[in-house]
Each structure stands twice: as C-alpha cells, then as structure tokens.
C-alpha cells in the first residue's frame, strides 16, 4: 500500500530479495527528507538526553556496589555521551538472564570477538585470551533518555542482590 508517497508492506516474509533491492533507491529521497525532518526536530532535544544520559551513567558508577563487577571509568564525564552503559563480570550469562527475569533487558552488543568474525576470517587462527575473555563477560546495561531515576534504581538495585 502506498500512502502518501510512502510504500507500506504489511507482510515482509512475502517480499522477494529482487523487490527489496528495487526498493532501496526508489523514493529514497523522500525518505531522506522526512529523516532529516526528523533528525532536526530530535536535535533541539540532544543536550538534554545527553545530559540524562550522563545522570544514568553517573548513578550506576556511583551505586552499583558487587566487587565481582568492573565499571568503566573515564576522566571527564561531559566528554562522554554513553550511548551504552557497558560493564563486565564473569557472571554476565546469569546476571543477563537473572535481569531478565525482572524485565532489565540487558544486551551484548558485539557478542563476537572481531578476529572471530567472517569479516576478518584471515584472523581467526590468532589465540587472543584477552580479547575472548571480554568478549565473554561485556554487557550493556539499559541507558537510554526516557530512562527514569526509579527504573535506574531498580536496575542497580537488582544487579547488586544478584551479585551480592
């Protein structure tokens, strides 16, 4: 269905890779148009989500408390955005699910270690401890703009009885 200008599909399992591809380009400068519309109306609002953001950030530094966690650190926060919230421990596959439980979703962002990825396959034969042992134990904690100090509390609250 088109409305106005735009191609709206109800079912995507019943689009074939051939129209998909044919999409891409047409009406592509439509859609550059309203991103743009958009992205300029949500930039009159970045500093503030910046600055919650950094509020988030700064709570969970402040209050997470479990040894068996390691925060990140950094030297001036207002050089910071936190687009994520990324902590590690070695418990992170049942911190996940533990969190989970309670309705935190909580992600791994780059689940794969680069020299493990089809993309450098070249690499894969290299041994990296390192690099495979934070690759197991990363998690991205919940920050986001909208985030509510009782839901950040909540957060912190549940990661520290998990891992007290």
């Known amino acids: 269905m088109i409305k106005n200008g735009i191609e709206f599909v109800e079912d995507l399992e019943k689009i074939t ?3 998909l591809l044919s999409m891409k380009g047409v009406g592509k400068k439509a859609v550059d148009e309203i991103q743009a519309a958009m992205l300029s109306v949500k930039l009159k609002y970045l500093d503030n989500e910046i600055k919650n953001r950094r509020a988030i950030a700064n709570y969970y530094v402040k209050n997470i408390s479990s040894q068996n966690i390691q925060l990140p650190s950094w030297e001036d926060i207002e050089s910071h955005v936190f687009h994520v919230f990324v902590i590690r421990t070695k418990f992170r596959d049942q911190l996940q699910q533990y969190l989970k439980s309670k309705n935190i979703i909580c992600i791994v962002h780059y689940p794969i270690a680069p020299h493990n990825q089809e993309a450098f396959s070249s690499f894969s034969h290299y041994k990296l401890p390192i690099t495979e042992s934070i690759h197991n134990e ?6 986001g703009p909208t985030q509510t100090v009782d839901q950040t509390q909540e957060i912190v ?5 998990f891992l007290s």
């Open 17 to 19: 890779k051939s129209e």
């Open 138 to 143: 990363v998690l991205s904690l919940p920050i």
């Open 157 to 161: 609250f549940e990661i520290n009885k």
